[in-house]
């Protein structure tokens, strides 16, 4: 079982929509998530980070962590063309104090949004 | 406040030889992070460094090592480049080294090819 599970995609969502991304975790001792964005060519860019259960906004994003089922996802309102991109689930479990420099990423979700 | 820095962005090595990539983190950020990443095995926690000394490590073999300067700049070697190297190395900052609440930063990382 893979650390870290990222809905396989491709999504391809129209502009507008509502675009659902979806983590498992293994690590019942994760503590941070994050979720960043890469364009093809480019490096990572968070968006979001949230540690407590329960919701937290942004703009259009919306994280939601889980931590019972493990379980985090980012939904994205009013998809438009520019948010198409790779979006990388990443945990970092904290124990000891020693591991929250270490993130552990899923494999990506391929977003497109379509005109 | 500028962002992570790398240099170079762009590598190309012969196998046998080595490389050493440097990473700048963002003003008042004192731990480094370095990361893998390729079309096959996605993003890779390498190492990380605070206090210029290594805080937890990856999965990698000994050729792969780093060190931190005591202004938080750091830089990663690879020595023995085989094929399997040829990736994008990621360089990521944040301000301290423990908590949880603790973003990471990713800068635009370096190419690097091995021939």
């Known amino acids: 079982q893979k650390e870290v599970e990222q809905n396989s995609g491709p999504l391809s969502v129209p502009e507008g929509a509502i675009a659902s991304l979806n983590c498992t975790y293994s690590d019942r001792g994760s503590q941070s998530f994050f979720w960043y964005r890469q364009y093809s060519g480019k490096s990572p860019e968070l968006i979001m980070f949230?540690?407590?259960?329960g919701d937290k906004e942004d703009g259009r994003f919306t994280a939601q962590l889980n931590k019972a089922s493990q379980y985090v996802s980012l939904l994205i309102r009013d998809s438009q063309p520019s948010d198409s991109a790779t979006y990388l689930c990443a945990v970092s479990s904290g124990a000891g104090g020693t591991s929250y420099g270490k993130l552990t990423f899923g494999q990506g979700t391929i977003l497109t949004v379509h005109p | 406040k500028a962002g992570v820095t790398q240099t170079p962005r762009y590598l190309i090595k012969t196998r046998g030889q080595q490389v050493t990539l440097s990473c700048s983190p963002i003003s008042g950020h004192r731990s480094v992070s370095w990361y893998q990443q390729t079309p096959g095995q996605g993003l890779q926690f390498l190492f990380e460094y605070f206090s210029e000394t290594q805080r937890n490590k990856g999965n990698f073999p000994g050729r792969f090592s780093g060190r931190q300067f005591s202004n938080s700049r750091s830089e990663m070697n690879v020595s023995t480049l085989e094929l399997g190297d040829s990736a994008l190395y990621l360089c990521?900052?944040?301000?301290?080294?423990?908590?949880?609440?603790?973003?990471?930063?990713f800068g635009p990382g370096t190419r690097l090819t091995v021939l």
């Open positions: 990521a900052s944040r301000q301290y080294w423990g908590g949880p609440v603790n973003e990471q930063f």
């Open positions: 949230i540690y407590s259960n």
